[in-house]
């Protein structure tokens, strides 16, 4: 019944991606603050909220890579802005979360998630409380803090935005073995975590 | 109720359906109008009625968004040097370049506005003056399209200057209540700009975008924060929203923007403020002013 309501398959297929490649999509280079808005700003998002920047400070930090972006879309050499755009969201994710950490000012979705989770005795929160694309991606989070920042970018690249090892090589500007294996260390790293946080984390656990 | 562990695919699955929220998108497609609060005006019918009502200043049409990559290179990227007029020596914050005298000014103003801004423009005709006579005025500043430079030191009495027809001029706070700015005693030197001949009743100072001087964004600014000091920070806001065409762009602008941040805090609209902060920190990372915008903007910016 529920399931019926989001269509068939809504589960089991992989989402439909209409878009071409990531990188593909820079047929034209870009001309206008616009241009990577469409284009850009969601791969941009996903990065800093993976990287884990709160809501809030995603949405600044979205900003400012986005502004710097347009002021050198001359010097971006074409066919490289998502290289540029990669390259300036990792920095202004790192200071952002130092600047975060300094404040000690814990992340807002964070401290909802946190307080649910006390106020129903650590226990994931169900759907009420969080919604479910938003408890996966809380807990998704929860496991990425656990890697290592290199480890983390390359599977962020690999799992979430799709991209092939040789476009995470680029980004990343590692060669290609460095890319492999980073991110089988990453993918072996977060199966251990996966795991941690199955036992820690009483998932089913009846209400 | 009993839930099932998400899978990991389910995990990044999740990760991969998120998009930027809305309010993001049509922050940044909106130029300055950055505001999370404001996220639900993406419709830009809707984006416009809400900005006419309260006030918004005409850099937050939906069109801006060249205008905010333009503003970002300014800053960013090679700023011309004679962005605007240069100064000859006996103004007190004599420096060859209104960017140099943007930084001038922007250092002095913690401390008291006036000090630079009411010395500089505190004769129109002295101003002007000095711009029709300082001898490195470059015909490319970019401030001061071929057309607008003042051929002599006319002076014109800044008076209760009727909004430009263009609708982006004219988003005061209260549109249908009359106001009448504090006209300064003083009087400010204007460029002569080709279709807006002099007459009884003066032309805007914001004719157009980009025309107006140095001297004359100082004037504008000088009447704001007047008012603002006098605790007017409606007016303050009515001076800044009447003039912002004038204002953007030039070599004052980031002064501009602070100012009408501390009107909008000081007139009770700290949300406003604060986004406008924001996006001030983010645009002028550098200025002696961002710590100054960082007061406003507490959530994101570091407190010290």
């Not at chain 1, 209409?18 to 870009?30: F, H, N, Q, W």
């Not at chain 1, 998502?82 to 200071?95: C, D, E, P, Q, W």
């Not at chain 1, 992340?107 to 226990?123: F, L, P, Q, T």
């Not at chain 2, 100082?218 to 009515?238: C, F, Q």
Request: charged share 25%.
């Amino acid at each position: 019944m529920t399931s019926a309501a989001f269509g068939p398959n809504e589960h089991d297929d992989p989402p439909a991606d209409p878009a071409p490649r990531p990188l593909a999509i820079e047929v034209r280079p870009e001309r206008s603050l616009a241009d990577l808005v469409h284009r850009h700003l969601d791969f941009v998002w996903r990065l800093l909220r993976r990287l884990g920047l709160s809501d809030a400070d995603a949405e600044d930090a979205a900003q400012q890579v986005l502004l710097v972006a347009a002021s050198k879309l001359e010097q971006i050499e074409p066919g490289k802005t998502r290289t540029f755009l990669y390259g300036t969201a990792v920095h202004v994710a790192s200071n952002a979360r130092r600047s975060a950490r300094r404040q000690r000012r814990a992340h807002v979705d964070n401290e909802v998630y946190e307080a649910a989770r006390k106020a129903i005795g650590n226990r994931v929160p169900w759907p009420d409380e969080l919604t479910d694309l938003a408890r996966a991606r809380a807990l998704l989070n929860e496991l990425l803090e656990g890697l290592p920042d290199e480890l983390r970018r390359v599977l962020v690249l690999a799992e979430i935005e799709e991209l092939t090892l040789p476009e995470i090589a680029e980004l990343e500007a590692i060669p290609l073995g460095t890319a492999t294996s980073r991110l089988r260390r990453a993918r072996e790293r977060f199966a251990e975590l996966r795991a941690a946080q199955r036992q820690r984390i009483p998932f089913g656990a009846v209400e | 109720m009993k839930r099932d562990v998400p899978s990991d695919a389910e995990l990044f699955r999740a990760a991969r359906l998120e998009r930027a929220p809305e309010s993001l998108r049509a922050a940044l497609l909106g130029g300055y109008a950055a505001s999370s609060a404001r996220g639900s005006l993406c419709a830009s019918g809707e984006r416009k009625r809400e900005l006419k009502r309260d006030g918004r200043p005409s850099w937050a049409a939906p069109a801006a968004c060249a205008a905010a990559a333009t503003l970002a290179a300014l800053w960013w990227g090679s700023m011309p040097g004679d962005v605007g007029v240069p100064i000859s020596a006996e103004q007190p914050m004599a420096k060859p370049t209104a960017s140099a005298v943007s930084h001038e000014l922007a250092t002095a103003v913690p401390a008291d506005f006036r000090t630079a801004s009411e010395e500089a423009s505190s004769s129109g005709a002295v101003a002007a003056a000095r711009h029709a006579s300082a001898s490195a005025v470059s015909p490319s500043a970019v401030s001061l399209p071929a057309g607008s430079r003042p051929t002599k030191a006319r002076t014109a009495t800044v008076r209760d200057a009727p909004p430009p027809p263009r609708a982006s001029a004219s988003k005061t706070t209260d549109p249908s209540t009359p106001i009448r700015e504090a006209a300064p005693a003083g009087t400010v030197g204007t460029s002569v700009a080709p279709a807006a001949p002099a007459s009884e009743q003066p032309a805007p100072l914001t004719a157009k975008p980009s025309r107006s001087t140095f001297a004359e964004q100082l004037e504008i600014l000088k009447r704001a924060r007047s008012a603002l000091r006098a605790g007017d920070s409606r007016e303050a806001l009515v001076v800044l929203d009447r003039h912002d065409d004038a204002l953007r762009g030039g070599g004052l602008e980031a002064e501009a923007r602070l100012l009408r941040i501390e009107a909008l805090a000081a007139s009770g609209r700290s949300a406003e403020a604060r986004d406008l902060a924001r996006r001030f920190i983010v645009d002028y990372p550098n200025s002696p002013l961002a710590a100054r915008a960082r007061r406003f903007a507490q959530p994101f910016a570091s407190a010290e």
